[in-house]
């Protein structure tokens, strides 16, 4: 009898923990900032850098706003699979590193430096499988690839 019992409660608690994770799941997959309707979205000024794996699989990401001159670091892995096919990119002047697989897989079209980059160092695998990627001029600062 003890048997059935437990083999009851045991699936309904199994069920109640699928429950649970099914609705603590995030919309966005990895958007730590949720995009606007537009698909735009604003970073924000206290940010120095773009953590790792901020945007992954933020596909409704098309444009951002960047703080000015606040942001050294694009770090890893941080837009893969990320952004709208067709979107363009403007990095800030002030990006000195773009993290190993950085936008890896998004649908950029093109990728701007601005006439002040500081961009140094662009690291592995950074612009990996962007197969709609179609201008790329990388920054004279440019020392490690």
């Known amino acids: 009898m003890m048997r059935g019992w437990y083999s009851q409660w045991r699936v309904v608690l199994c069920t109640w923990v699928l429950i649970v994770l099914q609705m603590t799941k995030p919309t966005g997959a990895g958007c730590l900032i ?3 309707i537009n698909g735009h979205v604003d970073i924000p000024s206290n940010w120095t850098s773009v953590p790792d ?8 990401l098309k444009t951002l706003s960047w703080p000015t001159d606040t942001i050294t ?4 892995y941080s837009f893969k699979d990320a952004f709208a096919v067709g979107s363009i990119l403007t990095l800030p002047d ?3 590193v773009i993290g190993s697989y950085g936008f890896k897989g998004t ?3 093109e990728v701007v430096f601005g006439a002040n980059s ?3 160092e662009v690291q592995s695998h950074a612009f990996d499988r962007c197969r709609d990627l179609k201008t790329l ?9």
């Open 118 to 120: 500081q961009l140094e």
């Open 94 to 96: 002030s990006v000195r």
């Open 53 to 60: 794996y901020a945007f992954v699989s933020c596909s409704t």
């Open 137 to 145: 001029h990388l920054p004279d600062s440019l020392r490690i690839i």
């Open 34 to 36: 949720e995009p606007d």
């Open 73 to 76: 670091a694009i770090g890893n």
């Open 107 to 109: 649908g950029l079209v």
